[in-house]
T-cell receptor, first 116, second 113 residues
Framework: NAGVTQTPKFRVLKTGQSMTLLCAQD?????MYWYRQDPGMGLRLIHY???????AKGEVPDGYNVSRLKKQNFLLGLESAAPSQTSVYFC???????????????FGPGTRLTVL | RKEVEQDPGPFNVPEGATVAFNCTYS??????FFWYRQDCRKEPKLLMS???SGNEDGRFTAQLNRASQYISLLIRDSKLSDSATYLC??????????????FGAGTQVVVTP
């Protein structure tokens, strides 16, 4: 199993450009997440999905959109990139078995995005 | 105030020594606690869960103090391969019933020969 994969690994954008980050998992996980990681800060949740066809906002959703058309894929879109979106983006997935049981989140290798 | 706070370090530790560090959390509704490990420019990976009674996993010992709202990680007999950033993570159920994780910014540990 590949686990969680992300494409691309690196990207440089100019302000105002758009792009889509792709996350794929082969573990049949229900839940998927997009985080960003900035120096001196913990990972912050951008958007998440509790199943195919559903998405929800996390704590820093502004400037991003997501889609979960297939269970194994979770796409993160930047419609008009800004320098403040320079960050490392991590996708993660987990299988939320129940409401009181924690399920480990498995992370992809990350995408390093620079917006000039 | 950050919901999860950690000393960023670095903690410089001679090989074979013991190192310990804490993390504090502000939300008393936090239910589950974890340490994740993140190597330089890599993704976070679960190191261990932290149970109320404390728990060990090999050379790693984690403790939870709910009254004072902190968790700790102790690494015995440090190895060069233990050099990493250790992320403190707390989880609580949200109103839409899923386990939201809150990450600390991490504590860097550097083990030296």
């Amino acid at each position: 199993n590949a686990g969680v994969t992300q494409t691309p690994k690196f990207r440089v954008l100019k302000t105002g450009q758009s792009m889509t980050l792709l996350c794929a998992q082969d573990m049949n996980h229900e839940y998927m997440y997009w985080y960003r990681q900035d120096p001196g800060m913990g990972l912050r949740l951008i958007h998440y999905s509790v199943g195919e066809g559903t998405t929800a906002k996390g704590e820093v959703p502004d400037g991003y959109n997501v889609s979960r058309l297939k269970k194994q894929n979770f796409l993160l879109g930047l419609e008009s990139a800004a320098p403040s979106q320079t960050s490392v983006y991590f996708c993660a997935s987990s299988y939320e078995r129940g409401r009181t049981t924690y399920n480990e989140q498995f992370f992809g290798p990350g995408t390093r995005l620079t917006v000039l | 105030r950050k919901e999860v706070e950690q000393d960023p370090g670095p903690f410089n530790v001679p090989e074979g020594a013991t190192v310990a560090f804490n993390c504090t959390y502000s939300n008393s509704a936090s239910q589950s606690f974890f340490w994740y490990r993140q190597d330089c420019r890599k993704e976070p990976k679960l190191l261990m869960s932290v149970y109320s009674s404390g728990n060990e996993d090999g050379r790693f010992t984690a403790q939870l103090n709910r009254a004072s709202q902190y968790i700790s990680l102790l690494i015995r007999d440090s190895k060069l391969s233990d050099s990493a950033t250790y992320l403190c993570v707390v989880s609580r159920m949200t109103t839409d019933s899923w386990g939201k994780l809150q990450f600390g910014a991490g504590t860097q540990v550097v083990v030296t020969p």
